[in-house]
């Protein structure tokens, strides 16, 4: 059975700093591209970062140099280390794996794109 288990979400201040932690199993972690959504109430969910088995990275322009991706193989775990959050941050984040259109779990409102989806982790930044 896959499993996505994100943890790590919480309540911060505007400036502060939060790291998300996403720990897979069921899968090939290490083949798979992986990544983190995010759907605040009444906005779309929004693709964040991925982090892909060639080791690429890619991140939407609104949290360039603030959020960074990484990928612990030995762990099958992926991480999203977020610094100098902002009150527009406040969103459920979702962890995703390996691309696909077709999913069981993907969560409502969000776009086709990964196979594997977890239950997401709140984050709420407050200005």
């Known amino acids: 059975e896959v499993q996505l288990v994100e943890s790590g979400g919480g309540s911060v201040q505007a400036g502060g700093s939060l790291r998300l932690s996403c720990t897979a199993s069921?899968?090939?972690?290490?083949?798979?591209?992986m990544a983190w959504y995010r759907q605040a109430p009444g906005n779309e969910c929004e693709l964040v970062s991925t982090f892909n088995a060639d080791g690429t990275t890619d991140y939407t322009d609104s949290v360039k140099g603030r959020l960074t991706i990484s990928q612990d193989n030995a762990a099958n775990t992926v991480y999203l280390q977020m610094h100098s959050l902002k009150p527009e941050d406040t969103a459920v984040y979702y962890c995703?794996?390996?691309?696909?259109?077709?999913?069981?779990?993907?969560?409502?409102?969000?776009?086709?794109?990964?196979?594997?989806w977890g239950r997401g982790t709140q984050v709420t930044v407050s200005s």
């Open positions: 069921g899968f090939s972690f290490d083949d798979s591209d």
């Open positions: 995703a794996a390996d691309r696909g259109t077709f999913s069981k779990t993907r969560p409502r409102g969000c776009p086709r794109g990964f196979h594997y």
